[in-house]
T-cell receptor
Framework: GAVVSQHPSRVICKSGTSVKIECRSL??????MFWYRQFPKKSLMLMAT?????????EQGVEKDKFLINHASLTLSTLTVTSAHPEDSSFYIC???????????????FGPGTRLTVL | KNQVEQSPQSLIILEGKNCTLQ??????????LRWYKQDTGRGPVSLTI?????NTKSNGRYTATLDADTKQSSLHITASQLSDSASYIC?????????????FGAGTRLFVKA
């Protein structure tokens, strides 16, 4: 299957600082990328959906000014957690999908995740 | 109420035994259903994908079934191995006004013991 990478895999930062997480599709063009957050022993929670070249669509309750998403190319999306707070500590996972026109692509490929710890 | 319900919440089995995980959904109209395996601290990895016209799909020791009439799916794991210990997530994609939406189940945590 297709490969999606994330960087960094782990990051520790101080409260008030900003952290950027990168998500790359390595062998396909990702028209759509998704960012998820996962708490221990819980399922993935969709934060936002981004399409290349346009603004991300955020899920209800997700602060777009706090979680900045940029999908500048077909292989790269970034999530920036601004003014990080200890409650932002979580496992962040991205996924990518290659859409073919109006046909709904079935497969969504996930990255390995990024563990964020805010002190 | 979650539109994708998985059971059991967790399961402990002995190595070599078989097990079956359940997924019931209310998402409708339905596009496809996927089962993922997620190891602790890792991203989910796709096991099977089925559309409404498919009843069964196998991937090695993993076999997924789908009954679109009753809106139920199962994931059967044969001859379990220690490496099967993970969370198994059922994901349903459905049609909504204006497009599609993906709904995640809460997952079943499987523990395989020697």
């Amino acid at each position: 299957g297709a490969v999606v990478s994330q960087h960094p895999s782990r990051v520790i930062c101080k409260s008030g600082t900003s952290v950027k997480i990168e998500c790359r599709s390595l062998d396909f063009q990702a028209t759509t990328m998704f960012w998820y957050r996962q708490f221990p022993k819980k399922s993935l929670m969709l934060m936002a959906t981004s399409n290349e070249g346009s603004k991300a669509t955020y899920e209800q309750g997700v602060e777009k000014d706090k979680f900045l998403i940029n999908h500048a190319s077909l292989t790269l999306s970034t999530l920036t957690v601004t003014s990080a707070h200890p409650e932002d500590s979580s496992f962040y996972i991205c996924s990518a999908r290659e859409d073919a026109g109006t046909r709904d692509s079935m497969e969504q490929f996930f990255g390995p995740g990024t563990r964020l710890t805010v002190l | 109420k979650n539109q994708v319900e998985q059971s059991p919440q967790s399961l402990i089995i002995l190595e070599g035994k078989n097990c079956t995980l359940q997924c019931n959904y209310t998402v409708s109209p339905f596009s496809n259903l996927r089962w993922y395996k997620q190891d602790t601290g890792r991203g989910p990895v796709s096991l099977t994908i089925m559309t409404f016209s498919e009843n069964t799909k196998s991937n090695g020791r993993y076999t997924a079934t789908l009954d679109a009439d009753t809106k139920q799916s199962s994931l059967h794991i044969t001859a379990s191995q220690l490496s099967d210990s993970a969370s198994y997530i059922c994901v349903v994609r459905g049609y909504y006004t204006g497009g599609f939406k993906t709904i995640f189940g809460a997952g079943t945590r499987l523990f395989v013991k020697a």
